[in-house]
T-cell receptor, first 112, second 114 residues
Framework: QKEVEQDPGPLSVPEGAIVSLNCTYS??????FMWYRQYSRKGPELLMY????GNKEDGRFTAQVDKSSKYISLFIRDSQPSDSATYLC????????????FGKGTKLTVNP | DVKVTQSSRYLVKRTGEKVFLECVQD?????MFWYRQDPGLGLRLIYF???????EKGDIPEGYSVSREKKERFSLILESASTNQTSMYLC?????????????FGPGTRLTVL
């Protein structure tokens, strides 16, 4: 079983849709969960950062962590064409000071 | 804002050449990382460093070495480039001051080995 599983998509939605992106993981020691957004031919940029279980909201983005199910989600409300990118989940035991384990990324296209 | 810069966005080298990829961060971060990113394989850790002159192997260190002579600079070295090292190389940095911090990435270097 891979440490982190992420559906690669691609996912195509109309502008204004609610998007749900998900990752599952197997290592119960993971405590820190991140979502990165990566535009084509660019480096990943941090979108959301969550410690342990719970929800975190930032504008149109909501990150959820369910440690009991080993499942994390990123929701994008009122999606925009500028949200078209690859979304990477990442996680670790001790935050950013150690190796992050990444999902393979989900490619999202938001159509105008 | 954290800024991580990489010396080249695109690089083309020939098999057998020695290749240097440079990364500089301006946030006084202790930790620096080199990943490579390949389609279908995601990001994989090559090497990382917790301090000047310190280095640790990641998951795929074979064929690579690193150098960290100054806190802000972390170099990845391909001693003898091979075609299977054609990839996107990403540098990242993070602080150990707070467990709530995370890794910040540079723009990447797309290396092609012919």
């Amino acid at each position: 079983q891979k440490e982190v599983e992420q559906d690669p998509g691609p996912l195509s939605v109309p502008e204004g849709a609610i998007v749900s992106l998900n990752c599952t993981y197997s290592n119960s020691a993971f405590q820190y969960f991140m979502w990165y957004r990566q535009y084509s031919r660019k480096g990943p940029e941090l979108l959301m950062y969550t410690y342990s279980s719970g929800n975190k909201e930032d504008g149109r983005f909501t990150a959820q962590v369910d440690k009991s199910s080993k499942y994390i989600s990123l929701f994008i409300r009122d999606s925009q064409p500028s949200d078209s990118a690859t979304y990477l989940c990442a996680m670790s035991r001790q935050g950013g000071s150690e190796k992050l384990v990444f999902g393979k990324g989900t490619k999202l296209t938001v159509n105008p | 804002d954290v800024k991580v810069t990489q010396s080249s966005r695109y690089l083309v080298k020939r098999t057998g050449e020695k290749v240097f990829l440079e990364c500089v961060q301006d946030m006084d971060h202790e930790n620096m990382f080199w990943y490579r990113q390949d389609p279908g394989l995601g990001l994989r850790l090559i090497y990382f460093s917790y301090d000047v002159k310190m280095k640790e192997k990641g998951d795929i260190p074979e064929g690579y070495s690193v150098s960290r002579e100054k806190k802000e600079r972390f170099s990845l070295i391909l001693e003898s480039a091979s075609t299977n090292q054609t990839s996107m190389y990403l540098c990242a940095s993070s602080s150990t001051d707070s467990s709530t911090d995370t890794q910040y990435f540079g723009p990447g270097t797309r290396l092609t080995v012919l």
